[in-house]
Nanobody, 120 residues
Framework: QVQLVESGGGVVQAGGTLRLSCAAS????????MAWYRQAPGKQRELVAA???????NYADSVKGRFTISTDNAKNTVYLQMNSLKPEDTAVYYC??????????????WGKGTLVTVSS
């Protein structure tokens, strides 16, 4: 089991910055990958950024060059630094942990989400 608690959401003007945090209940070394997803009103949840245990990252095309995912293993925390925010970044942002427990068997854990609102 992994409990995830997000923080850092809020209201910001277009062009502004926010940093989201996600605290995990156990060591990140025991988790295969951490990710941030978002879900805007009326839309499906989408992957924003991810980092695996080898520190390899990947980003949605819509956030490349603006968002950065990072980890602090000492704090069991994952961050999402969001710069140059746009109104279309408005969404609930969810932290996700992926744990592989066997061949092709994966468990996904989710936080409750934090709301980011970008005003124009």
């Amino acid at each position: 089991q992994v409990q995830l608690v997000e923080s850092g959401g809020g209201v910001v003007q277009a062009g502004g910055t926010l940093r989201l945090s996600c605290a995990a209940s156990r060591s990140l070394f025991s988790i295969n990958a951490m990710a941030w997803y978002r879900q805007a009103p009326g839309k499906q949840r989408e992957l924003v950024a991810a980092v695996n245990s080898g520190s390899r990252t990947n980003y949605a095309d819509s956030v490349k060059g603006r968002f950065t995912i990072s980890t602090d293993n000492a704090k069991n925390t994952v961050y999402l630094q969001m710069n140059s925010l746009k109104p279309e970044d408005t969404a609930v942002y969810y932290c996700n942990a992926k744990v592989f427990i066997g061949t092709n068997i994966r468990e996904d854990y989710w936080g409750k989400g934090t709301l980011v609102t970008v005003s124009s």
